[in-house]
């Protein structure tokens, strides 16, 4: 294997310096101290077993000595070795994400990054996310790769034209090499199934050493203007709804479509808004209906439900109610963000377990007689 000038860094840090050790740069010296001899950076070769054979090495006849073979000892290349064949040999230490290696000998370590051309998405992960979009979207997807030359390597490639797949690859700015995930069927079903795919893409990409979202950078997004009800899925238990609330069912109409409640149901935007902070929502809320006609028409006639158990709600609205709203702030996640914490848990002053127990105050717990008398109550335990 040759080592090529971009070994000796001042390139992007995923491309080959690893950060597991500040000493990783051009022309590290190896240590005299007890830790390890030093560092140096090449391009990973063949993983064989527990070696890191790099290339010559895949032409040798095994029954040869590594030692006879190698040019040099882990953490020994230095500048003057940029452009040269190099043939190294030791125990893979590490292995981590299919991106980074650990090749270590008695003389010390040298660690290696996958080249540029690596496949971040395998087959075995495209399996992964087929199945999970499948049970999170019911959507399938279709991966194609970008070869060399251009080319599809796909199951449609020898169904469309090379115009149409040349039109595809320029819409997305896509280059030799890379994937497309490609989703047909209903715009609701396919944008869901693409925005969960653009999501998990970002994980397997940044757990590589990608650096895809900056954890320092704030982006808050109001979204708005959603439409007041969906088509109602395939499937679903409710028996003759056609619509389903896109919010929930007492969310009101933009002011002047409530007509298209009565006409047109799915061109109506309703006023329903979220706050969205790195993707993630962090806010949400509504204004609510005021009218009890408005209210009735969509819980019956539109939603089909039930409305015996809103009687109270609806003779409410006729007695006279204002327009009114609010916002409710998931403030466990906002925090979480801004702390760049993982999840809310980190957060919370006393999270519960996964029994829901609270180990802080110990609850839930019995309540002692004398706060049962402190409140004038009676606890009856032959009706428990």
């Given at each position: 294997m040759v080592l090529s000038d971009s070994t000796a860094g001042n390139i992007s840090w995923y491309q080959w310096v690893i950060k597991f050790n500040s000493s990783v740069s051009r022309g590290v010296?190896?240590?005299t101290d007890d830790e390890e001899a030093g560092f140096s950076c090449v391009p990973l070769g063949k993983v064989l077993h527990s070696q890191v054979l790099l290339e010559p090495l895949r032409n040798q006849q095994s029954t040869s000595s590594s030692l006879s073979w190698r040019t040099h000892t882990c953490g020994e290349l230095r500048e003057v070795d940029v452009g040269s064949p190099v043939t190294l040999c030791g125990w893979l230490q590490f292995k981590r994400y299919d991106f980074m290696a650990t090749l270590r000998d008695a003389h010390g370590v040298t660690q290696f990054v996958l080249p540029e051309d690596q496949k971040h998405l395998t087959k075995g992960k495209l399996d992964h996310l087929q199945k999970t979009c499948q049970d999170k979207c019911s959507i399938r997807f279709l991966p194609v790769v970008l070869k060399k030359d251009g080319s599809w390597k796909s199951s449609i490639s020898k169904h469309l034209p090379e115009e149409a797949k040349a039109?595809?690859?320029e819409a997305v700015d896509a280059v030799p090499g890379d994937a497309l995930l490609l989703c047909a069927g209903p715009a609701n079903s396919v944008n869901h199934c693409l925005?969960?795919?653009r999501l998990k893409c970002a994980d397997i990409l940044e757990n590589q050493g990608l650096k895809l979202r900056d954890p320092d950078s704030f982006n808050f997004l109001w979204v708005d203007d959603f439409p007041l009800f969906l088509p109602r899925e395939q499937g679903d238990s409710s028996e003759g709804a056609v619509f389903e609330s896109a919010h929930h069912p007492f969310t009101a109409p933009v002011v002047g479509e409530e007509g298209l409640v009565y006409s047109d149901p799915l061109k109506v935007r309703g006023q329903h808004y979220d706050l969205v902070l790195n993707g993630v929502e962090v806010a949400g809320g509504s204004i609510r209906i005021h009218s009890s006609q408005l209210q009735r028409n969509i819980l019956e006639t539109i939603l089909q439900e039930d409305i015996s158990g809103m009687t109270?709600?609806?003779q409410?609205?006729?007695?006279g109610c204002p327009p009114h709203?609010?916002?409710?702030i998931g403030f466990d996640r906002l925090i979480a963000l801004l702390c760049g914490e993982d999840t809310i848990r980190d957060v919370i002053a006393f999270p519960k377990t996964a029994d829901g127990n609270d180990l802080m105050?110990?609850?839930p717990s019995e309540v002692s007689a004398e706060d049962l008398a402190r409140y004038h109550i009676s606890v009856d335990q032959k009706g428990s």
């Open positions: 010296e190896p240590r039109s595809v690859a925005g969960f795919l109270h709600l609806l409410a609205l006729e007695s709203g609010g916002i409710a105050s110990g609850a």
